[in-house]
């Protein structure tokens, strides 16, 4: 585990799951909702926050979790972040096993947060805990991506 997470979610299941099942894969949407919590944004996770997973024939699962935050950038200020969260899962966590990694990328109207968030030098981690599902996000040392 890393120390030091940029933001961390707390996701919330948001109703029923819906669900295809094809002869060529298989997709799932899962809408969920939740809450932030760091020193670079505190807020909610609008409820219209949704993360599909693509299973292709191969077996190979893609997720795309897409959501909206509403809060209070480090100024105080109110602001909104939208992230895009993707990950593949190989074989070790296709049932779920954690924790999972992804690669976010993150769009806000804050002034204080776009020149840093804009720079698409970040890695997601999601973990269970006692308290349920947390997305944690991390800068990337320049040492990590060499």
């Known amino acids: 585990m890393k120390a030091n997470p940029i933001l961390n979610i707390k996701i919330d299941m948001d109703g029923p799951s819906v669900q ?17 919590k760091s020193e670079l944004f505190t807020g909610i996770v609008e ?18 979790a897409r959501y909206m935050l ?22 070790r966590n296709q049932e779920g096993m954690m924790p999972f990694h992804t690669v976010p990328t993150f769009y806000t109207d804050s002034k204080a947060l776009a ?8 890695e997601g981690e999601g973990r269970m805990e006692e ?3 947390h997305i944690y996000f991390y800068e990337i040392e320049r040492g990590e991506i060499e």
């Not at 409820?47 to 795309?64: E, F, I, K, L, Y």
């Not at 939208?82 to 593949?88: A, K, T, V």
Request: hydrophobic share 35%; proline share 4%.
């Open 70 to 91: 509403t809060g209070k950038d480090k100024e105080g200020q109110d602001a909104h972040i939208y992230i895009e969260n993707n990950g593949w899962f190989d074989e």
């Open 115 to 122: 020149p840093y968030l804009h720079r698409n030098q970040f």
């Open 20 to 36: 295809l099942k094809a002869e060529n894969g298989e997709v799932v949407m899962i809408p969920f909702r939740g809450s932030v």
């Open 131 to 133: 308290d349920g599902l």
């Open 47 to 64: 409820p219209c926050g949704v993360d599909t997973q693509v299973v292709n024939a191969a077996g190979v699962r893609h997720m795309s």
